[in-house]
């Protein structure tokens, strides 16, 4: 029977889920909207808990069945209802709550990003999908940075939390990976101006990247833990990037070295 009721059990899930983080962690779950972005997660063999829909075009109805044939719960919704919760300005009529990934980490990673409060959703959306992209092993997130699983970020990721391993981890931790690491990482933090240019420093070696926040740059606990700084050259007046486009250049320095 089809959902009527913004006031369904199972609808309201979706928005609490949507709106709060605290219901993302205590459930251990996050929202998916979208054909593309379940269809990218289905791709990597993670199915839905929940699977909304009030589309009945063929992608839709295709991952529907998937999902049914998968043991998926699968629920037909009224087009206002489901409309009333999308965090998106217009609803594709497709949306799934999917447990939150925990992925392996490789036992001796070797290309590692952390991120050190980083706070705009957008920008850690895009992050996350350019170190998917390049080949990043792990990204932690320090205290401070943006909800990773919050819906912004999801949407800008494009999948990418279905590939990455993420971890969400405090200084003490981070300390911690460093010391028992089963190969010495070189931890490289970004400035504005400090130490070596990226294009001299060695990102070939097993490396951590620190990206600091949009504000206010790394943390004194990210100083204090790296063993060097380096920056990005710049030829004209503009005194700082913001973190996305920062990590991305990094990233994919890291790759042009270890790829010639």
Same mark, same amino acid.
């Given at each position: 029977?089809?959902?009527?009721?913004?006031?369904?059990?199972?609808?309201? *899930?979706?928005? +609490? #889920?949507?709106? %709060?983080? =605290?219901?993302?962690?205590?459930?251990?779950?996050? @929202?998916?909207?979208? &054909?593309?972005?379940?269809?990218?997660?289905?791709?990597?063999?993670?199915?839905?808990?929940?699977?909304?829909?009030?589309?009945?075009?063929? *992608?839709?109805? +295709? #991952?529907?069945? %998937?999902? =049914?044939?998968?043991?998926?719960?699968?629920?037909? @919704?009224?087009?206002? &209802?489901?409309?009333?919760?999308?965090?998106?300005?217009?609803?594709?009529?497709?949306?799934?709550?999917?447990?939150?990934?925990?992925?392996?980490?490789?036992?001796?990673?070797?290309?590692?990003?952390?991120?050190?409060?980083?706070?705009?959703?957008?920008?850690?959306?895009?992050?996350?999908?350019?170190?998917?992209?390049?080949?990043?092993?792990?990204?932690?997130?320090?205290?401070?940075?943006?909800?990773?699983?919050?819906?912004?970020?999801?949407?800008?990721?494009?999948?990418?939390?279905?590939?990455?391993?993420?971890?969400?981890?405090?200084?003490?931790?981070?300390?911690?990976?460093?010391?028992?690491?089963?190969?010495?990482?070189?931890?490289?933090?970004?400035?504005?101006?400090?130490?070596?240019?990226?294009?001299?420093?060695?990102?070939?070696?097993?490396?951590?990247?620190?990206?600091?926040?949009?504000?206010?740059?790394?943390?004194?606990?990210?100083?204090?833990?790296?063993?060097?700084?380096?920056?990005?050259?710049?030829?004209?007046?503009?005194?700082?990037?913001?973190?996305?486009?920062?990590?991305?250049?990094?990233?994919?320095?890291?790759?042009?070295?270890?790829?010639?």
């Amino acid at each position: 029977m089809m959902i009527q009721s913004v006031q369904n059990p199972k609808i309201q *899930r979706v928005r +609490a #889920l949507l709106g %709060k983080h =605290k219901e993302r962690m205590e459930q251990k779950c996050f @929202v998916l909207e979208g &054909v593309r972005l379940i269809e990218e997660a289905m791709l990597t063999g993670v199915q839905p808990d929940l699977l909304l829909f009030s589309s009945e075009s063929t *992608r839709t109805l +295709a #991952l529907v069945e %998937k999902a =049914k044939g998968c043991g998926s719960e699968t629920e037909e @919704v009224k087009p206002s &209802v489901l409309e009333s919760v999308s965090d998106t300005q217009t609803s594709q009529g497709l949306v799934g709550i999917f447990r939150i990934p925990s992925l392996p980490v490789p036992a001796s990673p070797d290309f590692v990003l952390i991120l050190d409060g980083v706070s705009d959703p957008g920008n850690l959306g895009t992050i996350l999908r350019t170190a998917s992209a390049a080949g990043v092993q792990l990204m932690i997130l320090t205290p401070g940075t943006a909800d990773v699983f919050a819906p912004k970020v999801v949407r800008s990721a494009m999948g990418a939390h279905f590939y990455l391993p993420i971890r969400l981890l405090d200084w003490t931790e981070i300390n911690a990976l460093k010391q028992n690491a089963n190969q010495q990482l070189h931890f490289l933090a970004s400035t504005m101006t400090g130490g070596k240019s990226c294009w001299e420093s060695d990102l070939k070696r097993p490396i951590a990247i620190l990206i600091g926040s949009e504000a206010s740059g790394i943390s004194s606990q990210a100083a204090q833990l790296s063993d060097e700084q380096i920056h990005i050259p710049m030829q004209g007046k503009i005194e700082s990037l913001n973190a996305s486009t920062a990590a991305s250049i990094l990233i994919f320095e890291a790759i042009r070295q270890r790829t010639t």
